[in-house]
């Protein structure tokens, strides 16, 4: 069957791999993809924002699946439309995809089910939001309601700082994603990311990963889309996987589906393992990036009969089983991301530094120009590995690295410093 993957970074690229190994495929298409994406897939000049152009390339190429990989597209309505012309689409429809979209919606659904989560107040004027700081104290969370591009949250150590975040939320500084805030107990625990899909009543683990969210060693520096992954993560055993499932997961998955919004795709819970249990963060509503770099090195079955399961409703019909491996990916960036960086630097050694079979070089940022591969992004490469232990799969990923010829790239040289310090 044709395909049609929408999205441009190491996520798609990844997907894009896996997809392309799948028995079931016949023609995989990639709007817009990048220069590793096209190594696996025919690359589509479309504009994705307009869904009837979309739909228009789907009916042309008999596409009978839409893979929608970054959050913008879901929250626009991309799947319901093209539902609505009768193709098929992985993904949660616009309303479910409020689970992303905004946290106040899903503070609501935690009320709702009773889900553990942070407490809060969620405000949509100033004077109050303010109040409710100076009332509460520090440490306090707080966080625009929309999408921010991961900007919106500010985990605020001292009273003044976290007052200035709410100046700043109504003074505009997030658009429209700011008319609204929600301002959070600061938990106390260890992060981890819990993965899994659901077609709109039932709900399968995928897996469990770690990120790294700073720019720099030692988890320093400026917030980032993240710097580099691992999974499993150590910290979620069976038993607070099985937890999860019962006290978060299912009751999401029950309370979309009563409310007639039932939620189909990836959901992606950041959870805060508390002394008191696991506690939801936040959703999203796909694949991390680049936490899904990963999850397809360890899947053993085929994404495609998994994807088009949780598309038609019928994942109680499949199961899905991964290597009982570590996998870890380190991203090269742009020296300056996430602020300002050089696009178009040339990038040479890929072919080298993938040669080893449990090495895979994801492209996050990258395009085809002259001849050359040249950085065409802030996140450019993800190196991912797998070995038998963390440690054999960093050192891969770093091995790789080495050969990488690049020099107005960087990455993080401690990914995984958590999960290698529990192993020692
Ligand atoms: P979010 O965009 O909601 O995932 O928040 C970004 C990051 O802020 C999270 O990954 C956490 O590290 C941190 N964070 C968010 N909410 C809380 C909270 N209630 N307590 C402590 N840290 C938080
Ligand atoms: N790596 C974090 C995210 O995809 O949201």
């Known amino acids: 069957m044709n395909i049609l993957l929408i999205g441009s970074g190491g996520r798609e690229h990844a997907l894009a791999w896996a997809i392309s190994n799948s028995p079931l495929l ?77 946290k106040a919606f899903t503070k609501g659904v935690c009320d709702e089910a009773s889900i553990p989560t942070a407490g809060y107040g969620r405000f949509d004027n100033k004077a109050d939001a303010l109040a409710y700081v100076r009332a509460q104290g520090a440490p306090i969370v707080v966080k625009a309601d929309g999408l921010a591009a991961g900007k919106g949250v500010v985990v605020a150590m001292e009273e003044a700082e976290a007052l200035a975040a709410v100046e700043a939320c109504f003074d505009g500084s997030f658009g429209d994603a700011g008319a609204e805030v929600v301002i959070e107990e600061f938990l106390e625990g260890e992060e981890a990311s819990f993965f899994v899909i659901v077609d709109g009543k039932t709900a399968l683990p995928l897996a469990t990963a770690q990120d790294h969210k700073r720019a720099f060693d030692g988890d320093e520096g400026p917030n980032t889309g993240g710097m580099g992954a691992y999974s499993p993560a150590p910290v979620m055993t069976d038993a607070l996987i099985e937890q999860t499932m019962r006290e978060i997961i299912e009751p999401t998955v029950a309370t979309m589906a009563k409310r007639g919004t039932p939620f189909k795709g990836v959901l992606y819970a950041g959870l805060m393992i508390t002394r008191d249990g696991p506690k939801l963060i936040e959703y999203n509503t796909r694949f991390g990036d680049p936490e899904c770099q990963v999850l397809m090195l360890r899947l053993k079955d085929d994404i495609l009969t998994v994807m088009l399961a949780a598309a038609g409703g019928a994942l109680d019909k499949v199961s899905v089983r991964w290597h009982d491996l570590v996998a870890l990916t380190v991203v090269m960036a742009a020296k300056g991301y996430p602020g300002d960086y050089e696009k178009g630097t040339v990038i040479k050694g890929l072919s080298e530094a993938a040669s080893d079979p449990d090495v895979e070089i994801f492209h996050a940022g990258t395009k085809s120009s002259g001849g050359h591969l040249v950085a065409n992004g802030g996140r450019v490469l993800n190196v991912t590995a797998r070995g038998v232990s963390v440690k054999e799969a960093r050192d891969k990923a770093y091995a790789a690295i080495a050969k990488i010829d690049w020099p107005e790239g960087f990455c993080r040289k401690d990914i995984a410093w958590r999960a290698l310090a529990r192993d020692s």
């Open 26 to 102: 016949t023609t995989l298409y990639a709007a817009p993809g990048n220069a590793g994406i096209a190594e696996v897939a025919t690359l589509v000049d479309l504009d994705v924002s307009n869904h009837a152009d979309v739909i228009h390339f789907c009916e042309n190429h008999n596409v009978e699946l839409v893979v929608v990989g970054p959050e913008a597209p879901l929250v626009a309505g991309l799947v319901d439309d093209l539902e609505a012309a009768g193709i098929k689409a992985f993904g949660p429809s616009r309303a479910a995809a409020q689970l992303e979209g905004s």
